[in-house]
């Protein structure tokens, strides 16, 4: 990992990236970047106008670099700053997401009342979670243990009011984000950026909606909630078995 950091105003010493003068002005549409790596978090970014001069030129060079104005931004910054862009739908494509999202809610609430009744997960008092075997383990009732593979959806922070992707979160690990790319491949081909955004502003409800999509898209038997330092873990349930008794 880079270990250069600038001194942000605002955050102090961080890392940083290069970002275009218009996506600093206006957030608020598309950024042309890659997703994030565990060594290459935040990715430079520039608008459509600039990818269609990067485009033209092949490379940044004379003819293109003024225009794009490319400024550094502290990672923290930036974050605030590509997170604005999922608000940038508007009219019949925000229309289109809205009727997704509602949809999806619609059958994940179906699923959990299946899965719950299916699972008797009103059974167990007790779950724990165990990310070097993707599994949540549900134990305490009446019932054998219950044994539920799982992948982790994303984290809502309700101390920064944020939804993370699990496929951004490097402090997870892999085995339990080794599918979730999936559901960013989904938003990307339909160009939500909902899906493609690795954090923004989010509320429980975001983290429900997002946790519904991706159930989906998964194919999952449903989802679980648990808290977690700040805020909540949102995980799907793949499959699940009660261990055999005795
Ligand atoms: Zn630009
Ligand atoms: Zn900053």
Redesign the pocket.
Known sequence: MSTDTITCPTHGESQFAFV????LANPVQPWYCGYPEEDAQWRDA??A??DLALEREGEWNENNED???IQLICCHCYEHHIGQSVNRLQGPALEAWTKFVDGHCATLSEKQSAMTAQLRLDDYPRWDYYQERAQLVFSGGELPELVADIEFIGTLSTASNTWMWSWANFSLLEGVRSRIAAVRDAGEERDYPHLTVPIWEADMHDGWHMTAIAVEQLQAMGAYRVPSDNGYIFMAILSAQHRPAG
């Open positions: 275009c003068q218009h996506l520039w608008c106008e600039c225009e794009a104005g």
